[in-house]
């Protein structure tokens, strides 16, 4: 069992940053696949960052490429996503997920192990 424990999430105007952490206990995730999903009021859930295994190919949804940066720290057990330039329409719940095999899943289905979620509000 894997056990995601998400920070830093908050109230920020737009045009501001976060840092989102994904603390992972229970088992080490070096050889997992490791995900950020959202979920907007009415929306559904939808990954908008995957990392692989060794960081080395990463997935971003078109609505954050260039904005967002997803990266691990697998010494630290720890996920990470950068949020710049932050937009009203990013508001959401936002979710870290893992699975139990090494390649980047596309769908929430494909994952796993899910955290609490942080709440993230973008003010305009």
């Known amino acids: 069992q894997v056990q995601l424990v998400e920070s830093g999430g908050g109230l920020v105007e737009a045009g501001g940053s976060l840092r989102l952490s994904c603390a992972a206990s229970g088992r080490a995730i070096s050889s997992v696949a490791m995900g950020w999903f959202r979920q907007a009021p009415g929306k559904e859930r939808e990954p908008i960052a995957l990392i692989n295994p060794s960081g080395a190919n990463t997935y971003y949804t078109d609505s954050v490429k260039g904005r967002f940066t997803i990266s691990r720290d697998n010494a630290k057990n720890t996920v990470y996503l950068q949020m710049n330039c932050l937009k009203p329409e990013d508001t959401a719940v936002y979710y870290c997920?893992?699975?139990?095999?090494?390649?980047?899943?596309?769908?929430?289905?494909?994952?796993?192990?899910w955290g609490q979620g942080t709440q993230v509000t973008v003010s305009s």
């Open positions: 997920a893992a699975r139990k095999v090494y390649g980047l899943g596309y769908h929430r289905d494909e994952y796993d192990y």
